[in-house]
């Protein structure tokens, strides 16, 4: 822009130095030809146009020449105020302080400020958004990881079971081969049976039918003996009658006896005929009483072999029944025997199945079980996919925090909010303790928060009360010197907020990084340097 | 001592004699009936007609034991009796027993 303002005013000395050279070389000319005769009006004429000349080149091209000299320094100072403006936007902005650049866009050109202060908060809103997206990411890939180490964990459980239920499966096949086998053994047994059944059968119907011709023969004893019965009682009634004769004979014996004696003399051959013939009734009587008593015993075998016959009759009949029910019995047994073979057979083909239904269940769950730990194995890289997912989540996350937002989220913004503050209070300094546990409360993610003076050496450190971690855990004192801490070096050089990348924590032995914030006294010296522990994954789930 | 011949029977287990000729019949039956003139005698066994039996005459003792008139005791087949007085029979031995 000097350059051209130089360029415009150099324009209308340049007109006059070269005229004034014309002037002179046509001058010169004119007072050489004059000298040689050349006549005096010519001369004359040449100073008229010459000044001529000259009055029209100040008024046309000089003056106008000044005045746009004069607007190209007016330009060239607005340009110069918004180049300022421009560096500091930029400087403010290459430090990632959205909310400084902001600030100083203000003085920016009234034609490019509202652009640059939109484009600016369109740029905080990305950040925000990018923030948000981050914390999102961070959130579901923890809950990935979480989700994927449970299922891992699941997996390799599952891979176990089914490594327990394949052992299972081939005990089972070979329990399944031990049973078709016994099945076999079981159906030739029972065909076996069958076959002694079929035989048992065959004799039993045999002994049944032997039974019933002992049967018929005993009936036709009987019917033998209750006609041998029959004839006894007609016998006794034969015998009742001749003892009823002898009787009557002994009676008329002796009533021929006593009319014997009554005849006296001539009655004695008469009594002696009449006693012989009473002994013949006596005796008559005494054999049919022999008979009897024959007959009686005769009668009593009868009946003893009519009641033996009857018994016998009856025994048979149970006999007749047992061998019937044992006939019946023996042919349900064979019956039953017959569907136990064929059940055993059908068994010994059914188990033969499941054997090799088995084998083809145990080489599949192999199968599965490879599929299970190479998904466990998968799982297993998915989750460490998903942790590196979170901690590039967090890596993004830090990245937009490097930006100073105007928001509750941004860490630089709490840094330096609290920075200001402890900066307007610079000198009276007796309550930091306070104030830190205060701002510890307000921000439960954070750690520690701490103060150095510009030299690096420690003036407070306040751990947030909620860790409650003894004294003994504190890694620093006040006083010690943390001048090379990484963070206090940064805040130094850039004289601005700054964070640490994540780093494990001395305190707490988790990921954390370092906010570090410049202190300024309100005349704008720099009084100290403030630091905070953030507490990374406490600072996730804030965020989220 | 000899009287002429006797009815020997069994009554009451014992065994007792009338004289054959008192007695005018002998009826068979459930229990043979011996029949005198004026009364009828039961009997659980007729023994026989005893043509010759020895008999002694009632002696003071035998009236302890056996209260009733009899022709005495006789004795037949080493088995002792009472002879029984026709007229004279117990109402013990008579049908229509008590």
Redesign the interface.
Same mark, same amino acid.
């Given at each position: 822009m000097k350059e051209q303002e130089t360029n415009w005013s150099t324009v209308p000395v340049f007109g006059v130095v070269l005229s004034g050279l014309l002037g002179l070389l046509g001058f010169t000319g004119i007072l050489v030809g004059t000298h040689y005769g050349l006549p005096r009006w010519i001369l004359d004429t040449y100073f008229v146009v010459a000044l001529g000349i000259l009055g029209l080149y100040v008024g046309v091209v000089l003056q106008p020449a000044r005045r746009m000299s004069r607007r190209f320094a007016r330009i060239a100072t607005h340009a110069e105020k918004a180049e300022r403006a421009f560096d500091h936007v930029l400087k403010h902005l290459q430090a990632g302080d959205l909310v400084a650049a902001q600030e100083a866009a203000r003085q920016l050109p009234p034609q490019v400020a509202p652009q640059f202060l939109a484009a600016s908060r369109a740029v905080g809103a990305l950040v925000q958004q990018i923030l948000a997206s981050s914390v999102d990411i961070a959130v579901a890939g923890q809950e990935v990881h979480n989700t994927a180490s449970e299922l891992a964990s699941g997996s390799s459980e599952q891979a176990a079971a089914v490594v327990e239920i394949t052992a299972t499966m081939e005990e089972l096949a070979r329990t399944a081969a031990q049973i078709a086998t016994n099945a076999a053994n079981q159906a030739d047994l029972a065909a076996q049976a069958e076959e002694a059944g079929t035989m048992g059968a065959a004799a039993v119907e045999d002994a049944v039918r032997g039974v019933e011709e002992v049967q018929k023969r005993i009936s036709a004893i009987a019917t033998r003996a209750d006609s041998l019965g029959t004839r006894s009682r007609e016998i006794y009634r034969v015998l009742d009658l001749i003892t009823e004769i002898a009787?009557?004979t002994?009676?008329l014996a002796?009533?021929a @006896?006593?009319e @014997?004696? @009554?005849a006296g003399e001539h009655g +004695?051959r008469f009594?002696v005929v @009449?006693?012989e013939v +009473?002994r013949l009734a006596e005796r008559s009587r005494e054999s049919v009483e022999s008979v009897r008593t024959l007959l009686e015993e005769f009668s009593a075998s009868i009946r003893a072999t009519v009641v033996a016959t009857e018994e016998s009759s009856k025994e048979v009949a149970k006999v007749w029944e047992r061998a019937r029910a044992a006939a019946a019995s023996i042919e349900q047994l064979r019956s039953a025997v017959s569907e136990t073979a064929h059940a055993a057979r059908e068994i010994s083909l059914a188990t033969q199945q499941q054997r090799t239904a088995s084998d083809q269940v145990v080489l599949t769950l192999k199968e599965v079980s490879q599929v299970i730990q190479k998904m466990a194995e998968g799982l297993k890289a998915f989750s460490a996919t998903a942790e590196r997912l979170n901690q590039l989540a967090l890596s993004i996350q830090l990245l937009t925090q490097s930006f100073h937002l105007d928001s509750p989220r941004s860490v630089k913004h709490i840094a330096q909010t609290l920075a200001d503050a402890l900066g307007s209070e610079a000198g009276h300094w007796e309550a930091l303790d306070s104030t830190f546990t205060q701002a510890l409360k307000q921000h439960r993610f954070l750690e520690t928060a701490f103060l150095t003076d510009p030299e690096g050496n420690l003036v407070a450190f306040t751990v947030n009360p909620d860790l409650r971690l003894p004294d003994t855990a504190i890694p620093v004192a006040v006083g010690q010197n943390l001048s090379e801490r990484p963070w206090f070096q940064a805040v130094m050089r850039d004289k601005r907020t700054t964070l640490t990348p994540v780093y494990t924590s001395l305190l707490t032995g988790q990921k954390c990084f370092t906010v570090a914030a410049p202190v300024h006294d309100p005349q704008g010296r720099l009084v100290g340097v403030l630091g905070l522990d953030v507490n990374a994954a406490s600072w996730t789930k804030i965020v989220a | 001592m000899s009287g !002429? *011949?006797y009815?020997l029977f069994r009554r009451f287990g014992c065994l007792w004699a009338l004289p *054959?000729?008192h #007695?005018t *019949?002998?009826?068979?039956g459930p229990k043979?009936e011996i029949h005198l003139s004026h009364a009828t005698v039961p009997a659980d066994e007729?023994v !026989? #007609?005893c *043509?010759e039996l020895q008999r002694v005459n009632p002696a003071r003792t035998l009236g302890a034991f056996w209260p009733y008139p009899c022709q005495g005791l006789g004795v037949f087949a080493k088995e002792p009796m009472v002879v029984l007085l026709p007229d004279a029979l117990p109402p013990l031995l008579c049908k229509g027993e008590p």
């Open positions: 009787q009557e002994h009676i002796l009533n @006896a006593i @014997a004696t @009554a +004695r009594s @009449a006693d +009473r | !002429g *011949a009815l *054959a000729k #007695v *019949a002998i009826f068979s043979p007729i !026989g #007609v *043509a």
